[in-house]
């Protein structure tokens, strides 16, 4: 069973950066596309960042473009998110997710896609 474990969320001020990692146990990580997603309290889940399996093709919302970056470590079977210039409009819970599908050749943009979540961790920045 595949599981993912987030860390790394925190309190920071505006125009600061958090590094979020997410662990990824019991599956073929080299594999995977991973996705990162977010949600605030009464809105939907919302997508953030992807990379595909390749660990070359990367996909971004247009919020956090030039901001953020995704990345992965094959070695520690860690995928990351580079936050950088946080705003206040940031803060949510930030999930990681993980695509076992074959089928897709670039990681998807649709929260329906994923086969499996981390538990979330909480990123709040302060204006």
């Known amino acids: 069973q595949v599981q993912l474990v987030e860390s790394g969320g925190g309190l920071v001020q505006a125009g600061g950066s958090l590094r979020l990692s997410c662990v990824v146990s019991?599956?073929?990580?080299?594999?995977?596309?991973m996705g990162w997603f977010r949600q605030t309290p009464g809105k939907e889940r919302e997508f953030v960042a992807a990379l595909s399996r390749s660990g070359i093709s990367t996909r971004y919302a247009d919020s956090v473009k030039g901001r953020f970056t995704i990345s992965r470590d094959t070695a520690k079977n860690t995928v990351y998110l580079q936050m950088n210039s946080l705003k206040p409009e940031d803060t949510a819970v930030y999930y990681c997710?993980?695509?076992?599908?074959?089928?897709?050749?670039?990681?998807?943009?649709?929260?329906?896609?994923?086969?499996?979540w981390g538990q979330g961790t909480q990123v709040t920045v302060s204006s």
């Open positions: 997710a993980a695509d076992f599908t074959h089928s897709r050749v670039v990681a998807t943009t649709l929260s329906a896609g994923y086969d499996s």
């Open positions: 019991g599956g073929t990580f080299s594999s995977y596309h």
